[in-house]
């Protein structure tokens, strides 16, 4: 049972577009989220993170969107760069719980110059 | 953050035998992880490595298959045993940070042959 699903497993959008990920989670009992960007023959990166108290973070071109009632957060990039280019995780915890990290199964976006 | 490294960074092995994969932090930590990648899947939690005590696996994952070491606060090892086809898999450690975000290492890539 996928507790976090990334439902596209890829995505390709022009340079200078916007860039919308998408997360789906069913555990309610989450309730902090990151994004973690990973390179060919490279370890996750940490992108951005959002607490279940907030429904909007934002960092430079990088802004996440938290829905709870939906169980639904999205990444926008804005505006897209051809080093955009990877694989984005989507990942949840709950913070009083066990704090282990629940992956998706990551979206591969492709941004074309 | 803290600056991971991960020996080897690629193995072929046979199956049957067994891998030991290395993992060097540059400042001392007190939550260690290994990450289990397989191909076209999310990240899955193996274990927990704990500095002084043994390692915290996670369903599915038992410590005949898995050992792991944790002799310091810098440093642990990850033993891939008896192997066969299926550990083909991208092998990460990582460490925890506040707030709950972790920083990875580049990654293991075993294929077993």
Known sequence: DQQVKQNSPSLSVQEGRISILNCDYTNSMFDYFLWYKKYPAEGPTFLISISSIKDKNEDGRFTV???????HLSLHIVP?????SAVYFCA???QGGSEKLVFGKGTKLTVNP | SAVISQKPSRDICQRGTSLTIQ???????????WYRQQPGQS?????????????????GFVIDKFP??????????????????????????SVGHIPLEQYFGPGTRLTVT
């Open chain 2, 23 to 33: 993992c060097q932090v540059d400042s001392q930590v007190t939550m260690m992880f």
């Open chain 1, 80 to 84: 897209s760069q051809p080093g955009d």
């Open chain 1, 92 to 94: 949840a915890t709950d």
């Open chain 1, 65 to 71: 969107f938290l829905n709870k009632s939906a169980k």
């Open chain 2, 68 to 93: 792991i070491s944790r002799p310091n606060l810098t440093f642990s090892t990850l033993t891939v045993s008896n192997m066969s086809p299926e550990d083909s898999s991208i092998y990460l450690c």
């Open chain 2, 43 to 59: 990240l899955t939690l193996i274990a927990t490595a704990n500095q002084g005590s043994e390692a915290t696996y996670e369903s």
